[in-house]
Nanobody, 126 residues
């Protein structure tokens, strides 16, 4: 059973940076598609970025391109967030599933992932 634990959330002013981490354990397969999602108050959970942990290929939502960077190393997933905006305020979740998910049109959909962390709050003030 894959377990995911996020950390690194917090409060920051607009224009600032944060780095989120997601520690993964209990892998069944050698490689995974891992992703970051976020859910703002009153809104649906949305995909932010995904990575094939073996190949290093990455995918980004338009809202994240140029500001966020997803990466992974030694069973830990990261999301470096720069130039943060108040609209980035949300609970951020990491997710994992089989590698093929990254290469499908579903990489940013909730239903594509079976494993989820508990989330970490990010608050960006103006």
């Amino acid at each position: 059973q894959v377990q995911l634990v996020e950390s690194g959330g917090g409060s920051v002013e607009a224009g600032g940076s944060l780095r989120l981490s997601c520690a993964a354990s209990g892998y069944t397969y050698r490689n995974y598609c891992m992703a970051w999602f976020r859910q703002a108050p009153g809104k649906e959970r949305e995909g932010v970025a995904a990575i094939d942990t073996a190949a290093g290929s990455t995918w980004y939502a338009d809202s994240a391109k140029g500001r966020f960077t997803i990466s992974n190393a030694k069973n830990t997933l990261y999301l470096q967030m720069n130039s943060l905006k108040p609209e980035d305020t949300a609970v951020y979740y990491c997710a994992a599933d089989r590698t093929y998910v990254c290469y499908s049109a579903s990489w940013s959909t909730i239903a594509a992932y079976n494993y989820w962390g508990q989330g970490t709050q990010v608050t960006v003030s103006s």
